[in-house]
């Protein structure tokens, strides 16, 4: 599509194409003139929120009129205290995306590259190019990430390596040795983003939690989410952890207020509500299950994932699956703005929205 303004815009915005989200199952409902339908596209939580953040929440309503505390003291101080690391060196974000885009602005612009996998997360490119960077895209292995290929696209010109761990929209997962020596072998030059917005998901005892090696890494930033296993993906909340004179640099480019007052309190009573947290992976867990059954007992292949969503192999234009799933009510994410057009990702749901997909599938297929 063309723009009458392109040419005064910077240069990287040429070939941007915005990101799309999923549309909220009213417009949808409206359109296809459906009801009852379930929306299993945006690897959100099926919980509901925690009574404890909402209750908490309500209780700070009052606050409206005020600005939020900019620099988010009591939520970073928490954070800090769950990771055992100094609250200078957290950085939050309006959603961990908002942190992603503050590395971009930092450490990329015109002539720097930044490197990522095929099939890793969309941010990655789009905050990249907006700030003019080069795109280089190291070849996926089994859908995962191919740490070699990716090693060997490191030049003295990469700025950032992104590795989403779980990553979105495949559920691949790299274990900790792999992903430690990756990070050992990147130079100190280069930034390493390890994204991990669907850690609390993965029950692998070996699977690393990267915030623990920032002692030993200077150059490693880690990122994530209150959006994905603590449900609140309408707040907004994401964050970083790193060396405080990144989070320094971070907050060069924040906005004072990117984190509004209540989510910022809901994010922190989410952190101290574990029983939640359980509650939400056993739910995944489960649904994963039932999801993986199903698609078993249909004869469909799907990526084994460690997330809150299963991508699914259906090996034909999955888009004319989506359609045929949206007129059940059904709303899934085919994915071939990522290069998988015969793919189609399945949020896990309630139980009862699980088999209803699993139904609207087989009737479809
Ligand atoms: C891999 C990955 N990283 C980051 C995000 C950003 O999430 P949020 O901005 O809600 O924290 C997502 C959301 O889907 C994701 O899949």
Redesign the pocket.
């Known amino acids: 599509m063309s723009n009458r303004f392109i040419a005064q815009a910077a240069s990287g915005l040429a070939r941007l194409k915005p990101y799309t989200p999923g549309k909220p199952l009213s417009e949808l409902e409206r359109e296809l003139g459906i009801k009852n339908s379930i929306k299993l596209a945006?690897?959100e939580n099926p919980l509901g929120p925690s009574p404890r953040v909402v209750a908490a929440i309500s209780a700070s309503l009052q606050e409206l009129t005020r600005y939020p505390d900019g620099g988010a003291y009591a939520l970073r101080s928490a954070l800090a205290a769950r990771h055992g690391v100094s609250a200078a060196g957290i950085t939050v974000?309006n959603?961990?995306?908002?942190v992603?885009d503050m590395i971009a602005r930092v450490f990329l612009w015109q002539g720097r590259e930044s490197l990522f996998s095929e099939f890793a997360?969309a941010?990655y490119p789009l905050s990249s190019m907006a700030v003019g960077a080069t795109l280089q895209v190291a070849p996926a292995r089994h859908y995962g990430h191919d740490l070699e290929a990716m090693r060997a696209m490191l030049t003295p010109q990469t700025g950032v390596v992104w590795v989403?761990n779980?990553?979105?929209p495949t559920g691949t997962r790299l274990p900790h040795d792999e992903l430690r020596a990756f990070v050992e072998a990147v130079p100190e030059s280069v930034i390493v983003v390890i994204?991990e917005?669907?850690f609390e998901y993965v029950g692998h005892d070996d699977h690393p939690d990267a915030s623990q090696w920032l002692a030993d890494f200077p150059n490693l930033i880690v990122?994530r989410?209150?959006?994905?296993a603590y449900g609140l993906?309408a707040l907004?909340?994401?964050y970083s952890i790193s060396h405080p004179d990144i989070a320094d640099l971070l907050n060069r480019v924040r906005q004072p207020f990117n984190v509004d007052s209540l989510a910022q309190v809901g994010a922190l009573a989410a952190l101290e509500d574990q029983a939640y947290l359980d509650e939400a992976v056993a739910l995944n867990d489960a649904g994963l299950r039932q999801l993986r059954d199903g698609l078993d007992r249909l004869g469909v292949a799907y990526i084994p994932s460690a997330g809150n969503f299963l991508t699914i192999d259906l090996q034909r234009d999955a888009a004319a699956v989506d359609q045929a799933l949206l007129r059940l009510g059904v709303v899934t994410r085919p994915i071939a703005n990522y290069g998988l057009p015969n793919h189609l990702r399945v949020s896990v749901g309630l139980a009862s929205e699980n088999a209803r997909f699993l139904d609207a599938l087989e009737e479809v297929l």
Not at 95 to 98: E, L
Request: no cysteine.
């Open positions: 945006s690897n974000g959603g961990s995306n908002d992603l997360f941010v989403a779980p990553n979105n994204d917005a669907y990122t989410t209150f959006s994905k993906a907004r909340v994401g």
